[in-house]
């Protein structure tokens, strides 16, 4: 036996439970604990609710990161210069962020809300902002603009429309260099983050205009239906 007036010689002892950090022994998990962690272990992947069949739901999401990809690009020829950097990209950035934020949601809670289809609307901004700069917009001034700051040279070839654009991009499917060229300095004159920040907008009010075209198409078959039946009962 060990003397109990010799407090040195007395044995250590350890704790027969193990102590947490207060110093009390910690609790065995629960039921409901090991319930938890099984959940946690089967979430979705984020943006993804398998619960979720509605396909435009997704789209919209879609078309908010490709929003928000254009804004992060540059607006014009300088390329040190981001698009959200600038009054109207700040403007873009937060639709595109909001159009993220709540299609997610409407993901996760499988429907939309009153904010999901505000900011769909406030997709038109950036979609009629963006068409109006592509109907103004002039290669050749842009690039006397662009050569003047040392941006681009003066000389560099590009295509002189949004006409040409497109006869150059299939000369540049077909392996013509110069061509290609010509697309890659007419996009970098206008910008390629406005033509990103254009597409997403388009496919967000083409998913809502779709939606309900598509959902107007289906009540009035369900009305014919409905009046096909009650004509039936009534021969009955």
Not at 94 to 102: E, F, K, N, R, S
Not at 125 to 140: R, S, Y
Not at 185 to 206: D, T
């Amino acid at each position: 036996m060990t003397d109990s007036g010799n407090p040195g010689a007395l044995a250590s002892l350890e704790p027969l439970e193990p102590l947490d950090a207060g110093g009390m022994p910690a609790a065995a998990p629960t039921a409901m604990d090991e319930g938890a962690s099984a959940m946690r272990s089967v979430l979705p992947a984020p943006a993804f609710n398998p619960a979720c069949r509605d396909k435009a739901f997704y789209k919209f999401l879609f078309a908010g990161v490709t929003m928000l990809v254009g804004c992060l690009m540059p607006f014009g020829a300088n390329v040190a210069l981001s698009g959200y950097q600038t009054m109207s990209g700040a403007i873009y950035t937060l639709i595109a962020i909001g159009m993220i934020w709540t299609w997610w949601a409407a993901i996760a809670n499988n429907r939309s809300t009153a904010a999901s289809l505000k900011w769909l609307f406030l997709c038109f901004v950036p979609l009629f902002a963006v068409l109006m700069n592509m109907i103004a917009f002039a290669p050749a001034d842009a690039l006397q603009f662009a050569s003047a700051r040392g941006w681009l040279p003066a000389d560099a070839p590009v295509s002189g429309s949004w006409k040409e654009l497109f006869g150059d991009m299939g000369s540049a499917l077909g392996k013509d260099s110069a061509a290609a060229l010509r697309v890659e300095h007419f996009f970098r004159l206008f910008g390629p983050g406005q033509v990103f920040v254009f597409l997403g907008a388009l496919f967000a009010e083409a998913g809502f205009f779709g939606g309900v075209l598509g959902g107007a198409k289906k009540n009035k078959q369900e009305k014919q239906q409905k009046q096909m039946a009650a004509a039936e009962r009534k021969r009955k």
